[in-house]
């Protein structure tokens, strides 16, 4: 049975920083995703990264604050947030797509699988 287990979440101050953490279980896949939703917002994309590479990509607002990365032994990716701004809170989920060889998507329907999503509020 597939799991993604997000932890890592909380309250932190404008400027500071969090570490999310994403652990999967039950089978490997292609690529794995962040996402957020704010209240009232519709579910975006934060970044993603091929699970065998290591190659990542991310959203425009989050480049230069944000980093993707993934420990192969724990199995677990990370979502490394520096410099954080209110308007970043929001539930933050990680997703994991299963189709292999694919260019990484942004698109919330590509990913198959997906968290249960972890709290971020950012105070100014």
């Known amino acids: 049975q597939v799991q993604l287990v997000e932890s890592g979440g909380g309250l932190v101050q404008a400027g500071g920083s969090l570490r999310l953490s994403c652990a999967a279980s039950?089978?490997?896949?292609?690529?794995m995703g962040w996402f957020r939703q704010a209240p009232g917002k519709e579910r975006g994309f934060v970044g993603a990264?091929?699970?065998?590479?290591?190659?990542?990509t991310s959203a425009d607002s989050v480049k230069g604050r944000f980093t993707i990365s993934r420990d192969k032994a724990m199995n677990t990716v990370f979502l490394q947030m520096n410099s954080l701004k209110p308007e970043d809170t929001a539930v933050y989920y990680c997703?994991?797509?299963?189709?292999?060889?694919?260019?990484?998507?942004?698109?919330?329907?590509?990913?198959?699988?997906w968290g249960q999503g972890t709290q971020v509020t950012v105070s100014s």
């Open positions: 997703a994991a797509r299963s189709r292999w060889g694919t260019a990484l998507t942004s698109a919330v329907d590509d990913y198959d699988y």
């Open positions: 039950g089978r490997t896949f292609d690529s």
């Open positions: 990264i091929r699970w065998n590479t290591g190659y990542t």
